[in-house]
């Protein structure tokens, strides 16, 4: 079976053991569950604002002033109603005393089976792996761009400033190396709780300096529908191609449903469960949604058609604002790396242990030298992946178009559809096939336009000695 996402698109998960501390029992024999629907919002919040956040300037930039704030919109309403349909199927049988689901896998094991945990295991490593390599290029470029805020504060804008990230991406993946040998790293909880403050102070950071700029100047060119051709780009081909690739990286900004299960597996009952979870997403979601929006507009208003793929990389002054928007940054990935791998290094060293008893170790998983050698041989091909690929908004693209038509809407609708037992053709069962084919056709257009914006970027790209 495979392990559960401790991470989405967003921020770190915070700590979901939300109980009493009294030794009370739910009906299934765990503590006592006491989440309410503000402390469910606070999840959702939580783990949605984080990296996407940098890059929605840009899309909007692509999308112009007319399309960008309604794919937001439509993204969010999407994400709003997979998420309730998802809450349905927390439980098996009855919404209030059915058998409960306390992960996202084992919902599509109970609901689905078969080819159906498959394709969803593969997914989420596929996500994994991928968001591995996304975080790894997130916090490289922040780090360079500590040293570039700082070059042109000292030495002036018309100084040579650019950085070659490749350096920081080496530096980045020895960090995780040591990090990913200290045992249960992964369920420290100051970690959470670093990345909830570190994610909001650099959304946060991103929005003021945005509004500062569209209010003092200079601002860039915007448009009502995005870059123009022979201005901003070269033809309407890629124009297209950039158009697309901006629903992926809004996509990757939305991806938090596979957690949802688990923010559901915090809540008291009664009201059922899923009652209170509705009420959660649309705070969450309209929260999110907000925030987004100014970030988005505001990054749009600040550099026009011109908004750089992450938001802060437009900023230099002040440089020690900056500074700190980036270091909160390269903290919040340090340790959401390891939240987001650990549990697939728990789950490959159980299925090893299994297989070969004499890795095994005597209190479970492997041996020390095994754990070693495995973990530093992962961690470094994901440092090499970003090393070959450094693309920011390319890269945040294929992630969010592996995540969300599988993830966010696919799997929610297909449990929905067998537990509520819908008629094949009935007008629910096409209402619900039609959105999902709908979104799979995003995820088609942005999945492929995020692999043209990487072959495009390899033509100028050489490891180690491209500086940007």
Same mark, same amino acid.
């Given at each position: 079976?495979?392990p ?26 765990k503590e ?6 503000w ?35 439509l993204?969010?309403a ?8 998802l809450?349905?199927?927390?439980r ?13 896998t ?6 689905l ?5 498959f ?7 596929a996500n ?23 070059c042109f ?9 650019s950085?070659?990230?490749s ?5 980045f ?26 994610s ?23 448009t ?44 008291r ?13 649309? /705070? !969450?979601?309209?929260?999110t949604?907000? #925030?987004?929006?100014?970030? %988005?507009? *505001? &990054?749009?208003? @600040? ?6 793929g ?11 604002l900056?500074?700190?928007?980036n270091?909160?940054?390269?903290l ?25 008893p004499?890795?095994a ?5 492997v041996?020390s ?14 440092? /090499? !992946?970003?090393v070959?690929?450094p693309? #920011?908004?390319?890269?945040? %693209?294929i *992630? &969010?178009?592996? @995540?969300f ?14 537990q ?25 257009a ?9 072959r ?13």
């Open positions: 079976m495979p559960e996402q401790g991470l989405s698109g967003g921020a770190m998960d915070v700590d979901m053991q939300t109980h009493d501390g009294h030794g009370e029992l739910d009906d299934d024999g006592k569950r006491t989440g309410t629907v402390t469910a919002a606070a999840h959702i919040i939580t783990a949605v604002i984080g990296s996407g956040v940098l890059s929605l300037a840009w899309a909007m930039a692509q999308l112009g002033w007319v399309a960008g704030p309604v794919i937001l919109l993204f969010a999407i994400t709003y109603y997979t998420c309730c349909l809450s349905d199927c927390y098996v049988g009855d919404p209030a005393t059915g058998k409960r689901n306390y992960t996202y084992e919902a599509v094991e109970s609901y089976g078969g080819w159906y945990v394709f969803c295991g593969f997914c989420q490593y994994m792996f991928g968001t591995g390599i996304g975080y790894t290029i997130t916090a490289s470029a922040s780090a360079a761009a500590i040293l570039k805020s700082n504060h000292w030495h002036g804008h018309e100084a040579d400033c950085q070659n990230t350096t920081y991406i080496v530096a993946g020895v960090v995780q190396v040591i990090f990913s040998q200290l045992p249960n790293f992964h369920e420290l909880w100051w970690l959470s709780v670093i990345a909830a403050v570190m909001f102070s650099y959304a946060t950071i991103a929005v003021g300096l945005a509004l500062g700029q569209t209010i003092s100047g200079p601002t860039g060119k915007t009502l529908y995005g870059a123009q051709v022979g201005v901003d780009v070269v033809d309407s081909t890629q124009k297209i191609w950039l158009t697309f690739q901006a629903l992926g990286n809004i996509a990757f900004a939305y991806s938090y449903t596979i957690i949802l299960i688990e923010i559901q597996d915090t809540l009952s009664p009201p059922a469960e899923n009652k209170t979870m509705r009420q959660a997403s649309i /705070l !969450g979601v309209a929260t949604t907000a #925030f987004y929006m100014m970030c %988005g507009c *505001l &990054g749009y208003a @600040a550099f026009g058609n011109a908004a750089p992450n938001i802060l990389a437009g900023f230099y002054e002040p440089y020690w900056v500074d700190f928007a270091v909160c940054i390269v919040h990935l340090v340790g959401g790396f390891q939240v987001f791998l650990q549990p697939l290094f728990a789950a490959v060293e159980a299925g090893v242990a299994d297989q070969w004499c890795a170790a005597p209190g479970g998983g041996n030298v095994v754990r070693l050698v495995w973990r530093t041989l992962f961690v470094a091909l994901i440092t /090499l !992946g970003a070959l690929l693309f #920011f908004n390319s890269i945040l %693209g *992630l &969010g178009s592996v @995540a038509w599988p993830l966010t809407v696919f799997f929610p609708v297909e449990m929905y559809i067998r509520r037992e819908i008629p094949r053709f009935s007008g629910t069962w096409m209402a619900l096939e039609t959105l999902s084919f709908f979104c799979f056709l995003i995820t088609i942005a999945g492929a336009a995020s692999v043209q914006g990487v495009d970027s390899l033509k100028n790209y050489v490891p180690f000695q491209t500086r940007s």
